[in-house]
């Protein structure tokens, strides 16, 4: 059974930082290109960060660009999201996604995990 755990959201305040994880199990995740992805409430899901699969490739979206830095484990298949100075925009579900590399389509979703940023 394919499954993406994601654990470390919180309530925290404006400046602070939170690390997220994503552990993954039922699948090849060394094969997957990895992302973080998240969805506030009535707004489209943005995607934060990617990392490719062996970890030699990783983009950002600009508005967290300085201030997240994801990163792999594919001994402990896990992925990581550090967010720092986080901001009450930064308040969303986070999610973990993989896609096979060389496919188009994220096949791997995680059940998601909250984070509220407030004063």
């Known amino acids: 059974e394919v499954q993406l755990v994601e654990s470390g959201g919180d309530l925290v305040q404006p400046g602070g930082s939170l690390r997220l994880s994503c552990a993954a199990s039922g699948f090849t995740f060394g094969s997957n290109a990895m992302s973080w992805v998240r969805q506030a409430p009535g707004e489209g899901p943005e995607w934060l960060a990617t990392?490719?699969?062996?970890?030699?490739?990783?983009s950002y979206i600009d508005s967290v660009k300085g201030r997240f830095t994801i990163s792999r484990d594919d001994a402990k298949n896990t992925v990581d999201l550090q967010m720092n100075s986080l901001n009450p925009e930064d308040t969303a579900i986070y999610y973990c996604?993989?896609?096979?590399?060389?496919?188009?389509?994220?096949?791997?979703w995680g059940q998601g995990t909250q984070v509220t940023v407030f004063s």
């Open positions: 996604a993989g896609r096979l590399t060389g496919t188009f389509t994220w096949n791997y």
């Open positions: 990392i490719a699969s062996g970890g030699n490739s990783i």
